[in-house]
């Protein structure tokens, strides 16, 4: 009789994510079930708005990639009603995009996932001495990894165990068995731990330069941006290139060493070679360089042949809700895409945690709608931005790709697994951080005869548009659609990355990555289910972004009326 484990929350992510799984007497998961439990209303909110407001209101959906949805809603704008933006604006634009990917991944990698590598406890008994040494093996120049650092370090987490007061180290599963690090290379994650907290910050400042705050930015507008002064500053220009040159560092100097030496501790750990079994991946374009040339480009692969790619067809695209908390009768084109809630209640069944309310998999159980590409799922993020790069010949890519795998000794198949996943949102960063530069040498350059960052659009309310948005978010391909009528927005869809991975099954019985990942995996424990959350996190969820809030006993929360006035 199979057994079923119920983790909710899983913690170390943007929002509210449940996962569900069966699993044989062998603890091998047979079956997995992902479920968001928390509803989102943006797209019912856009309604009756006035465009010029879209990209403003759409990047308040999260509170980590703002300003992925803030230019993704302005674009689907500026698509909709042809509108045509200055190429200063659209290099500003990717500096702030680039901005958000140094900052997210590190974030993600170490203040997200990483503990699901590194083992803290086993850290406090490590040998600085020979910490240090290890850290030579991994970089020419290491970054916070010498013997007095590293000591310092533990004495210091060491001084926190003492208290009693763990913080982010509490309650993990510590000691668990697939932990493949020696106590050294412990501690020199740890270190690097608590060294990324002081370089987001740094990160998150180079988009505020552009973007006149964090994490909320406001200088992009339909038809350009507004942070003229600081583009035309070259104290603010000098003080960018600084703040890039440091996080590039780390990145050079700390993430991809921790990356090669996760790689090798870790390669012939059981629970991270697998965990990719959709063979499908899509990517947009993404980061102008110059006029004519984006850092990556986009498309999709399948069978997860890295031989050939095509281009992506967005005609193709549509939303099922047969397993989601929605009504409609057949899957939509998000152009014509409803957002009507209908939530129905869990189920009581037996777990290892004894009788508990459960998910509903014959019936619907999850906020998250299930678009497919063509009727396929999709796993879309840095993978499958690296893959499609790499099939594609893209010479950015091609060579760091090319590097990483004689470096480690991995066949390029061993892309498609957790260890995989978690590795190509490393090579996505380095990739950005080594290249990032040529767009601010672009629009300086650009900046000795032309200065333009704003061309006033319009907005006939006698006529109707629509328009989709397209760009990479630091977790996947994000599109946001609109139709507009009378001057105001008609109706609005947002299909974001965690939506492509986290789906429920669809209305043919096809499951998405998540439920995909999980499947086949073996749980060394199932009261302390390590395994799952090292795949889950690797994918770095943002439930924010797929669903927002709701009231368990079905009451509004609150009700707000601003009226809106036509274009």
Known sequence: MSKRVVIDPITRIEGHLRIEVELDANNVIEKAYASSTLFRGLEIIMKGRTPYD???????????????????????????????????????????????????????????????????????????????????????????????????????????????KLGPFANAYWGNKTYAFTPEQNLIGLSHYLKALEVQRIGAEMMAIWGGKNPHPQSIVVGGVTCVRDMLDPARLQEFKQKFVHVAEFIERAYQADILMAAAAFGKEPSVLGGCNISTFMCSESIQLNEEEQLFTGGVIRNKDLTKAENVDLSLIAEDVTHSWYNADKPQHPFDGTTIPEHTPFIERDTIEGKRPTINEAGKYSWVKSPRYNGEPVEVGPLATIAVNYAKGNPYVVPVVNEFLKTTGLPAGALFTTLGRT?????????????????????????????????????????????????????????????????????????????????????????????????????????????????????????????????????????????????
């Not at 704003?454 to 989709?468: A, H, L, N, Q, S």
């Not at 492509?500 to 199932?526: F, R, T």
């Open 54 to 164: 879209v990209g403003l209101l759409m990047q308040r959906i999260c509170g980590v990639c703002t300003s992925s949805h803030y230019l993704c809603g302005t674009l689907a704008v500026e698509n909709a009603i042809n509108a045509q933006v200055p190429i200063n604006a659209k290099y500003i634009r990717s500096l702030i995009l680039t901005s958000l990917e140094m900052h997210d991944h590190i974030v993600h990698f170490y203040l997200l996932h990483g503990l699901d590598w590194v083992d803290v406890v086993s850290a406090l008994s490590a040998d600085p001495a020979k910490a240090a040494q290890e850290a030579m093996k991994w970089s020419k120049t290491p970054m916070a990894a010498g013997e007095g650092e590293l000591r310092a370090v533990q004495e210091k987490v060491q001084g926190l165990v003492n208290t009693g």
């Open 423 to 567: 590795a190509a949102r490393m090579l996505h960063t380095l990739i950005i951080a080594r290249n990032g530069l040529t767009t601010f040498e672009s629009m300086v350059a650009n900046l000795n005869s032309d200065q333009t960052t704003y061309i006033e659009p319009t907005i006939d309310p006698k006529k109707e548009y629509k328009g989709v948005g397209v760009i990479e978010a630091p977790r996947g391909l994000l599109s946001h659609w609109l139709r507009i009528k009378d001057g105001l927005v008609e109706n609005y869809q947002a299909v974001v990355p965690t939506t492509w991975n986290a789906s429920p099954i669809d209305g043919n019985g096809k499951i998405a990555p998540y439920e995909a990942s999980l499947v086949g995996l073996k749980l060394e424990d199932p009261t302390k289910p390590l395994e799952v959350l090292r795949v889950i996190h690797s994918f770095d969820p943002c439930m924010a972004c797929s669903v927002h809030v709701m009231d368990y006993k079905g009451q509004s929360l609150s009700e707000f009326r601003i009226p809106a006035q036509a274009v």
